[in-house]
């Protein structure tokens, strides 16, 4: 099986050094455990999958014997499953200040792990997200320490891909497995991380009694991609409740299915109570719920610009979590319906950019960026992320950028 050099390992060599416990979340087959291991290789570090069921019990049942039966250095994957881990191990953390990198902890549900982590290892751990690959970890040049904003700086790969190339990309997916073993049929890869996805962490996890309904659910979803947040669409197709839409939605969030980019407020309260739009953040994945039997028809359908917008924002993403770095970025939409697809913030500057299935960008793809002097701040250079394919200035605060250079 092929190797695949990781942009973010050297964040977690770097974490490993200054933090006593370092942890690891993202959807699940995007890499984490896989990475770690390769970092440990030649190390004393041991690796526990909680999968296992023999050492989940253990772990849930004895949480104390668990560790003095696999003691640090370790990896834990999975740690979602025992929280009562976390009690322990902030004991040793304590007992121990100066083992550095003892835990590394990796977890596929977000934001239910981190409740266990403020709560037992606050000050004490380094928390990271991880998503599939990115386009230059797939051509193996990728770009350590260096997160996405507009730029006239032109790529030091050079490589150029024409739209079905592009499209090639988007509906194959992010998955490091589809890329290291090349043996593996697509359709069977997402047919069988579905139903291991709606088993352990949908109807296990979070008790669902109806996977079948969650199914419809998760594929009704990834025909919205792309698109404002409908709870009420979803419900209605899928033929459940909106309490119900809403609370299955938070699964596919905290499982880091989807991303919800929140409209931008200059007050930080509402930013999230305004309607986000919804992100798959593995296009492979969504591509595959929705049917579309290869890139070709894919580029040519219904969901041809949603889906290349969607595949944008999981590169911007991957550019910032993979370097350790939270991403200021937010929509911005306000009651005239004028809209900015991206608004990133950086050091109180608004960095406007749009995502357009074009190569010919022009004066009319960036008529939204003018809005944003409304919210009073400095506003930065702006981006439209297209197919054209080399970087041009579209106007003194505008530049086009082809979107395999993110």
């Known amino acids: 099986m092929a190797h695949l050099e990781r942009t973010m390992q050297p964040v977690i060599e770097k974490a490993s050094k200054g933090f006593r416990v370092v942890l690891l979340t993202g959807q699940r087959q995007v890499g984490k455990s896989t990475m770690l291991q390769d970092m440990s290789k030649g190390t004393p570090r041991k690796y526990m999958s909680l999968d296992n069921l023999d050492n989940r019990a253990l772990a849930q049942n004895d949480p104390e014997l668990f560790l003095l039966q696999n003691p640090p250095p370790v990896i834990i994957d999975e740690i979602q499953y025992a929280p009562n881990l976390f009690t322990y191990i902030k004991i040793y953390a304590d007992e121990n200040p100066t083992k550095k990198g003892a835990f590394w902890l990796t977890g596929s549900q977000k934001y239910r792990l981190m409740q266990g982590v403020q709560e037992s290892l606050a000050g004490r751990i380094g928390i990271f997200d991880m998503m599939g ?18 730029s006239m700086d032109k790529s030091e790969d050079g490589k150029k891909l024409t739209p079905l190339e592009l499209y090639s990309q988007i509906w194959t997916g992010s998955m490091p497995e589809l890329f290291t073993d090349k043996n593996i049929d697509r359709e069977k890869f997402y ?36 698109q404002l947040l409908n709870y009420a669409s979803i419900a209605r197709d899928v033929g459940i409740d909106l309490k119900t839409a809403q609370t299955w939605m938070g699964i596919l969030e905290r499982s880091g299915l989807v991303y919800l980019l929140r409209p931008y407020s200059p007050n930080v309260t509402k930013r999230i109570i305004k309607t986000p739009k919804m992100y798959f953040l593995d296009t492979g994945l969504a591509a595959y719920l929705t049917k579309w039997p290869n890139a070709q028809t894919l580029m040519n359908g219904a969901m041809a610009g949603a889906i290349l917008e969607t595949y944008a924002i999981g590169e911007i993403l991957k550019s910032y979590f993979h370097n350790g770095k939270e991403p200021y970025m937010w929509l911005y939409r306000d009651k005239h319906q004028n809209e900015v697809d991206i608004v990133i913030e950086e050091a109180g500057t608004l960095y406007p950019i749009e995502i357009k299935k074009t190569a010919n ?12 002097v409304k919210l009073k701040k400095k506003v930065g250079l702006g981006a439209v992320l297209c197919l054209k394919p080399e970087r041009i200035t579209l106007s003194r605060a505008v530049v086009s950028v082809p979107i395999w250079e993110i």
Do not use: C, H, W
Not at 208 to 217: A, D, L, R
Not at 361 to 372: C, R, S, V, W
């Open 361 to 372: 960008p022009g004066i009319g793809d960036y008529t939204g960026f003018k809005e944003l």
């Open 133 to 150: 690959l990115s386009y230059r970890e797939k051509i193996k040049k990728p770009f350590p320490g260096r997160s996405f904003m507009p």
């Open 191 to 226: 047919s069988s991380y579905v139903q291991s996805y709606i088993e352990r962490d949908v109807r296990d996890f979070y008790n669902i009694e109806k996977p079948t309904q969650f199914f419809q659910f998760l594929s009704v979803a990834a025909a919205q991609t792309g």
